[in-house]
Nanobody
Framework: QVQLVESGGGLVQPGGSLMLSCTASGTIFRIVEMGWYRQAPGKQRELVAT???????NYADSVRGRFRISRDNPMNTVYLQMNNLEPEDTGVYYC??????????????WGQGAQVTVSS
């Protein structure tokens, strides 16, 4: 089994910065993709940013240019640096991993969620 453990998050004023990190552990043969999704109160979960095994990245339009996703492959860790935060960025941020926990198939795993609140 695979576990994703997140850290970071908290309360920040508009214009401030935060960093989230997520480490995958357990039986891992290969990581296809890791990324971050978020869910604001009363809204559906949405993609924030992802990074794949080849180093490619994908960002939601609303965060492009303000957020940066990066990955430490040997440590199976993904980071999300969030700059110039806006109140609309408030929500629970979930780490997501598409990971081979066997040699033949991959599954999707989720972290427990980290609260990010942007407010003055």
């Amino acid at each position: 089994q695979v576990q994703l453990v997140e850290s970071g998050g908290g309360l920040v004023q508009p214009g401030g910065s935060l960093m989230l990190s997520c480490t995958a552990s357990g039986t891992i043969f290969r990581i296809v993709e890791m990324g971050w999704y978020r869910q604001a109160p009363g809204k559906q979960r949405e993609l924030v940013a992802t990074t794949n095994a080849g180093g490619g990245t994908n960002y939601a339009d609303s965060v492009r240019g303000r957020f940066r996703i990066s990955r430490d492959n040997p440590m199976n860790t993904v980071y999300l640096q969030m700059n110039n935060l806006e109140p609309e960025d408030t929500g629970v941020y979930y780490c997501n991993g598409k990971i081979y926990s066997s040699m033949t198939t991959w599954d999707e795993f989720w972290g427990q969620g980290a609260q990010v609140t942007v407010s003055s």
